[in-house]
């Protein structure tokens, strides 16, 4: 069964520009989540898509927006991007998104973004 | 606002004696907590999680303890092995959203 996973690996990008990632799911999983990496913040929620919808939502500004397809996947798009967004972005899959005893969180690899 | 900290960026521990890493959080809405270990180009994979209506779970090497009037969790492995270097990340689950807060990360350097 395959894994999550993000395209591309690693991107490099100019201020102002605008950048979109993509995550497939691991199958059957209908619930993707967005995070943001960075040293010392952690794994910061961007947001979550279930059923092409979007659930929950982190403390990121509108720049940042995503979306998912009838096939669960999803992208992520950060528009007028800055130099604070270099950051490793992770997406992560699990079945309902209810996770738990019973439903685990999967992450992909994750997405290298450097904005210069 | 930081809801779960892990207040130690880095531990060092010698191969075979106990690693203990912690997490503190604020906010009594969460319901069930876990540990996630994340290798260099690998994304987080899942370690061992509690409920909150339990104060201990085991799993091999690793223990997870909550102490909820202390709103603190700790992850123990024993004995520490140079392959458990990594990232450890604690998150914790929101009863009423289902969304899994993280923490900063504690990098774990295991020397043989």
């Known amino acids: 069964k395959a894994g999550v996973t993000q395209t591309p690996r690693y991107l490099i990008k100019t201020r102002g520009q605008q950048v979109t990632l993509s995550c497939s799911p691991i199958?059957?999983?209908?619930?993707v989540s967005w995070y943001q990496q960075t040293p010392g913040q952690g794994l910061q929620f961007l947001f979550e898509y279930f059923s092409e919808t979007q659930r929950n939502k982190g403390n990121f500004p509108g720049r940042f927006s995503g979306r998912q397809f009838s096939n669960s996947r999803s992208e992520m798009n950060v528009s007028t991007l800055e130099l604070g967004d270099s950051a490793l972005y992770l997406c992560?899959?699990?079945?309902?998104?209810?996770?738990?005893?019973?439903?685990?969180?999967?992450f992909g690899s994750g997405t290298q973004l450097s904005v210069l | 606002d930081q809801q779960v900290k892990q207040n130690s960026p880095s531990l060092s521990v010698q191969e075979g004696r106990i690693s203990i890493l912690n997490c503190d959080y604020t906010?009594?809405?969460?319901?069930?907590f876990l540990w996630y270990k994340k290798y260099p180009a690998e994304g987080p994979t899942f370690l061992i999680s509690?409920?909150?209506?339990?104060d201990k779970n085991e799993d091999g090497r690793f223990t997870v303890f909550l102490n909820k009037s202390a709103k603190h969790l700790s992850l123990h492995i024993v004995p520490s092995q140079p392959g458990d270097s990594a990232v450890y990340f604690c998150?914790?689950?929101?009863?009423?959203?289902?969304?899994?807060?993280f923490g900063q990360g504690t990098t774990l350097q295991v020397k043989p």
């Open positions: 992560a899959s699990s079945l309902e998104g209810r996770i738990g005893a019973n439903e685990k969180l999967f």
């Open positions: 906010n009594s809405m969460f319901d069930y």
């Open positions: 509690i409920s909150s209506i339990k």
């Open positions: 998150a914790a689950r929101l009863r009423n959203t289902g969304k899994l807060i």
């Open positions: 199958s059957g999983h209908r619930s």
